[in-house]
């Protein structure tokens, strides 16, 4: 049985034949191999043809995707890692980056090529589309990189992910948010490689790790079976691509049950749901917790009840009841123009719900899918009566010397875990049907 002495005696001759072999090749300052294999390899910055590739560390002679792109081992090329920093868990120095860890919602090492300042790759800096354009080929929006769609009004925000991480799942106080839904040495894009192009069914790769999962290593989550919306409980229709009223997203196929889209309510939930809470700086309160399963959008009842649901294709009225929509059907993953990130094309058309409007702009997202003529008075009839709450009103405008004809916005009777609707003639909120769901 070897000792500790023994052991190290060992090591340092294995280390001093390696020195002299390095020595014998002239080698020993060529950097190392790009790791070949593995899902990192096969990851968009692992990947060999088309992986990460920072100008100083490619001017180093570093290969493509190589590990030394983002990690600077002990502050090897002079002057470009952050200075060691131990005061902060915070410091870059914890994983050897290049750059600051996470900052705030504007500074992140991941918008060193996720944005769009001075670019240190040398393809210059990442484009990265939204889901609206991604997966619906809403071509007119304008936003390219990650970093943008962290700037909205209503976005994720960053120091919240990290800390409702910290503690959960693996994560630590050092841990970047980014990697609460992308695991960096995993992630894929999708579509592959392509600056401005849409998913097709040909181009696929899959882009987020569930949180719960990091413990585990963060394995890829949508790539495999049991993480498709066609296998969540319920009936799952894909929406119309923009414009379009014959192919679906995400991927401009006639593929219509889910097979082809990641489950992202399950991944979704990891976080959102009854037993966590999240507080939201943005917007100074926590956020509402909900049980999707109850919901109508979800695993609930939405029932048919005559001419209060009429809705559009491609949903159809036989199948209420069964339908689980995805959360990305009407959300960014990042941010959005929109109110609570909400997409700007939804079902083959757009949207326009600025940020603090609290007003009319609420319906161009429900008539996405709502019929707008069977949206006006009937749908609430059953409640008060010929629209007694108040969902309607004239109110006198000073200004303009007449009563304008007002209604109240969707949201303050459907929102995520909703009970209770507004009765306006009383100022008082009314439990419906025992408590059933209204979102």
Known sequence: MFDVISR????????????????ANSAMSDPPPAPSG????????????????????????????????????????????????????????????????????????????????????????????SYSYRAGKWTADPVDDVAESFAFGFAHGLDDISNFI??????????????????????QGDPANSDNGWKTSGSRGYMISRPSQHASGGPLWGDGAGEKMSDYPGLYQAPYRFGSTTVYEPDGSATIDGSNVTDYVTFCTDCHNTTYTIYSTARGRNLRSFDWSLEKHGGGNAEN???????????????????ALNCTDCHEPHGSTNN?????????????????????????????????????????????????????WSEWDAGLGAFLTKYQYCTVCHYHSSTQYYDRSTSTNVTYNGGEHLF
């Open 166 to 187: 910290d503690g959960k799942w693996g994560y630590t106080e050092s841990s970047n948010p980014c990697a609460a839904c992308h695991n960096p040495h995993a992630v």
């Open 38 to 129: 593995g899902p990192y390899s096969a990851s968009a910055h692992g990947n060999a043809t088309y992986g990460v590739s920072r100008n100083a560390m490619d001017a180093a002679g570093y290969t493509r995707g190589h590990c030394a792109h983002c990690h600077e081992q002990h502050a090897s090329v002079g002057g470009l890692e952050p200075e060691p920093n131990t005061g902060t868990a915070m410091g870059a120095a914890g994983f050897l980056l290049f750059g600051a860890n996470q900052i705030d919602q504007d500074e992140n090492v991941c918008f060193s090529c996720h944005g769009s300042g001075v670019a240190v790759q040398t393809d210059g800096n990442v484009i990265n589309r």
């Open 340 to 392: 609570w990130t909400i997409r700007k094309a939804v079902n083959g058309g757009e949207t326009n719900i600025p940020l603090g409007d609290v007003d009319r702009k609420w319906k161009t997202l429900c008539v996405r899918c709502h019929n707008a003529g069977s949206t006006s008075n009937n749908h609430h009839s059953a409640l008060s009566g010929n629209c007694a709450i108040g969902c309607h």
């Open 8 to 23: 190290k005696r060992i090591a340092v001759v294995i280390g001093l034949a390696a020195l002299a072999s390095f020595g």
């Open 305 to 323: 009840s005559g001419g209060r649901t009429e809705i559009n294709a491609p949903y159809v009225e036989t199948s209420l009841g069964q339908y």
